[in-house]
């Protein structure tokens, strides 16, 4: 089955434990993204790629690394999380480029203490 | 930087009736896309308009677009207590930066059986 996958689905952790939520992907898709969504700001672009090793900030970076060594893979770091990074994120890849249908991973509900 | 925007912010129906949502951008754009997200789950694209393009339909979804407006309307016609959910339009900015899609801040629709 097609599909996007994150893990871990829930984690509460406390401020300053650097974590990695996992996002993979089986369709061969080359653009992958991750977003956090926030009640009355909507969805808001963390972070993209357009390609392996190719990785380019969105509308909100600070705080948050990717990397992209496989074509399948695009973890999302936070290396020193704060309170203000507690959010639902979302992962999402396309064929090609970001104009193609997003396939939205199942959503990572983050709580930092 | 949000770029769409959609009106109104919630909107409750019964079951049957249509439901209309409307999206306003900012800036020229190569396409719309449209996605639903049920209640803390990953959105699911619905549809997408070119810039070319005036009307499209899916189903039971009918999509407009007036570029000279800056606008697009996403119609549900005989809606059903299933589409309960948040739905989003999204936009890819003429000569924005190669990965941002830009999510607007969704439209929650209630469809009361």
């Known amino acids: 089955e097609a599909q996007v996958t994150q893990n871990p689905r829930y984690l509460i952790t406390v401020t300053g434990k650097k974590l990695t939520v996992t996002c993979s992907q089986n369709?061969?898709?080359?653009?992958m993204s991750w977003y956090r969504q926030d009640p009355g700001l909507g969805l808001r672009q963390i972070y993209y790629?357009?390609?392996?090793?190719?990785?380019d900030k969105g509308d909100v970076p600070e705080g948050y690394k990717v990397s992209r060594k496989e074509k399948r893979n695009f973890p999302l770091i936070l290396e020193s999380p704060s309170p203000n990074q507690t959010s639902l994120y979302f992962c999402?890849?396309?064929?090609?480029?970001?104009?193609?249908?997003?396939?939205f991973g199942p959503g990572t509900r983050l709580t930092v203490l | 930087s949000q770029q769409g925007e959609e009106d109104p912010q919630a909107l409750s129906i019964q079951e049957g009736e249509n439901a209309t949502m409307n999206c306003s951008y900012k800036?020229?754009?190569?396409?719309l896309q449209w996605y639903r997200q049920n209640s803390g789950r990953g959105l699911v694209h619905l549809i997408l308009i070119r810039s070319n393009e005036r009307e499209k339909h899916s189903g039971r979804l009918r999509v407009t677009l007036d570029t000279s407006k800056k606008s697009s309307s996403l119609l549900i016609t005989a809606s059903r207590a299933a589409d309960t959910a948040s739905y989003f339009c999204?936009?890819?900015?003429?000569?924005?930066?190669?990965?941002?899609?830009?999510f607007g801040k969704g439209t929650k629709l209630s469809v009361k059986p």
């Open positions: 790629s357009m390609n392996v090793e190719v990785t």
């Open positions: 369709m061969n898709h080359e653009y």
């Open positions: 999402a890849s396309s064929f090609k480029h970001r104009t193609d249908t997003q396939y």
């Open positions: 999204a936009t890819d900015p003429y000569g924005g930066s190669q990965g941002n899609l830009i």
């Open positions: 800036t020229s754009i190569n396409n």
